[in-house]
């Protein structure tokens, strides 16, 4: 491996630690699957959002972010779509009850989670800022897309899993009704504020 390649890929570490790790509508979603579902159901939320950027850098790396540069108003339908998506999400989760979330609802599942990520907007904006910032020219351009899909993967597994046990974590804190109403429509509105990302 070339010089290159590892520097370029430490910066892919760097670069996506933070994009994963920080709040937006995937983890804020988690964190609400992890607190109504616990760990184990949640996983294959989990495991859809890494199968769905995968497939999301892979389309930025082959041209994706070019066509829709070049199409602005397919740009702007996506925009659209995801906003009243995540807004119906964010309405569903604050009316979520943990007491009997078990048997009223399922959890996002692994086709569910993989489409979600083509709409969430966080990811559209950071797989095009990294596939920019972290593909190398020439021959060295999918050997350093390949590293970047690596380094994505390493810590949105990561991340991601904390914001589920973080959800896990918070849910012994709400043994009374009043609490649980209230880390549901702060989890809503959280996941609503995410909106801003896309007209930002």
Known sequence: ?????????????????????????NNMLLTASGAQ????????FWLGIRI???VMLLGVAAGLGDLLARYPRVHLALQVLAAG?????AWKISQSQLSNAREQQQPLGVAGAAVFQFINPKIWATSLASVSAFSLPGDSYWPSILLLILAWNLTGSAM?????????????LL??????????????????????????
Request: charge should be positive; aromatic fraction near 16%; hydrophobic fraction near 50%.
């Open 52 to 54: 769905g950027t995968t």
């Open 37 to 44: 579902f616990g760990l184990w159901r949640s996983l294959p």
């Open 1 to 25: 491996m070339s010089h290159d390649l590892i520097a370029t890929f430490g910066a892919a570490l760097l670069f996506t630690l933070a994009a994963t790790g920080t709040p937006g509508p």
């Open 175 to 200: 043994h009374s009704a009043r609490r649980q109403r209230w880390f549901a429509r702060t989890m809503g509105g959280l996941t609503a504020a995410t909106v801003l990302l896309i007209f930002w």
């Open 160 to 172: 991601n899993l904390m914001w589920i046990v973080f959800g896990v974590g918070i849910k012994q």
């Open 85 to 89: 998506y995540l807004l119906y999400l």
